[in-house]
């Protein structure tokens, strides 16, 4: 029985390791290499990527191969997206060695690369490069899906940072992590199509010529921790041309941008979900158009030019446990808080903390081309708005440095609604952008939820947090 027992013990590790008994690891390296050699090590590294082209062209990269290009190294190429991986077994384009990331002109892919126009699960991951493109985008691809892009700087490219597109009707599974995209003259990222099961995470987009992040959405999309600012156009911008889609904002900050720092523009049906997030210095924190539903919960307007909240569409949108302040003081004539805009929109606004206008206005109700007071806005229509909301300063710490934390006294401290557990984790007082963003739970701290992107810790709690986040990451 005991050999039996070992005979499949060893079975079973032969099955374990065997998907990556032949992975092989590929070197590229422009000073030293030779695309003579093998590549099969770095004394035989090849020299350019059209070596790695023409060799994945005749012999395709598989599982766990990794084509790895040497740090410190730039080169005036394409490097071209070839090879198929598998579930948890991916085909790795990297960097070894030591000193800044490789530099390269594109990442490019596209179907007929495989002979296939249907769309390929290629199981790719590219990932600690840095991109710069003086003729088109930077990573631009089609019709592929499973794909991981990690640690990237993307920048200076005469078009997109990062483009994707498709010629079928969605793709499916891409994570985009710790990704940098800056000073493009088109988007920093654009997806011109759908994508199901979608993360973007810890993506850092500004200073490009359109917006930051312009995207259709498909089903379960996830941006969180990332951060759009100084970008021509939206900051962050979601449209579709179906219904019925979905995206979630978690933890995500949007700053001085040209247009709105978030906008949500997809038809009817399609809802986007934002969660303490953060959106100032813009000329609105959110516009909502198209038909597309917003739900807003526990996140920050404040001080974008124009307009805090712009609900500009029929359909259905949720506020709660906002803090929307000092929106469109300059010039006070024009500016207010809140629009609310058409017959027939639906709205539910509950525990959200306005600022009072300088004129003694928040609420703007277009559809009666009327500002209004937050006494009056609590009364206005049938469904009065707010019974639990409040209107005055909500004593950030320090507004003015970008810190939207909460002062001790605040009244927006303890009298949020308890939204439930899937949006119980608010931000923790330590978070930094976009790489170290925390969270805490909000049923763990004080008497009630805050209204608010942040969970209220009094400030001598503070360097026990960090010191305890420090452990946590040894």
Known sequence: MKKKLFGFIIIVLMLL??????????????????????????????????????????????????????????WAETLYLY??????????????????????????????????????????????????????????TSTINYITLQNLYVYSCTNAGIEIDTEVAALTDWTIQDVETTGNTGYGLVISCRINNLLLERVNTNLNGFDGMN???????????????????????????????TATYQYCRAYDNVSA????????????????????????????????????????????????????????????????FYNGETPAASGFQVSYLMVGQTLTADNNYYGVHSLGRSIYVNKDAVFKTFAEWQAYEA?????????????????????????KGSPAIDVGADLGATYDDGLSPISVWPDAVTTLDQDDHGDGWEIGAYVFIPGSLIPMIMNYRKRLRR
């Open 17 to 74: 390791v065997g998907s990556q008994a032949f992975a092989t690891v590929y070197y590229v390296d422009k000073t030293t290499g030779n695309d003579a050699d093998t590549g099969l090590t770095e004394e035989l590294a090849w020299e350019t990527l059209a070596k790695v082209a023409t060799f994945a062209q005749a012999t395709e990269f598989t599982s766990d191969d990794q084509i790895l290009l040497k740090c410190g190294e730039t």
């Open 83 to 140: 090879g198929t991986g598998t579930s948890g077994h991916h085909v790795i384009y990297g960097a070894y060695g030591e000193g800044v990331d490789p530099i390269i002109s594109r990442i490019y892919h596209r179907n007929y690369m495989h002979g296939n126009v249907t769309g390929d699960n290629e199981y790719i991951t590219i990932q600690n490069m840095r991109i710069t493109n003086g003729a088109g985008s930077g990573v631009d």
């Open 383 to 407: 469904n009065a708005y707010d019974q639990s909301g409040g209107s005055g300063d909500p004593l950030f710490t320090n507004a003015a440095g970008d810190d939207f934390t909460l002062q």
């Open 215 to 245: 995207m259709n959405h498909g089903t379960n999309v996830v941006v969180t921790a990332c951060i759009a600012h100084d970008n021509t156009q939206d900051g962050f911008d979601i449209q579709c041309g179906i219904g019925g889609l």
């Open 261 to 324: 720092g978030f906008s949500a523009k997809a038809t009817v049906g399609s809802t986007a979900t934002y969660q303490s997030c953060i959106s100032y210095g813009n000329n609105e924190g959110w516009e909502v158009g198209n038909n597309s539903n917003a739900i807003i919960y526990n996140s920050v307007a404040y001080d974008n030019d124009l307009i805090g909240i712009y609900l500009f569409n029929d359909d259905t949108h949720i506020l709660k446990n906002n803090i929307i």
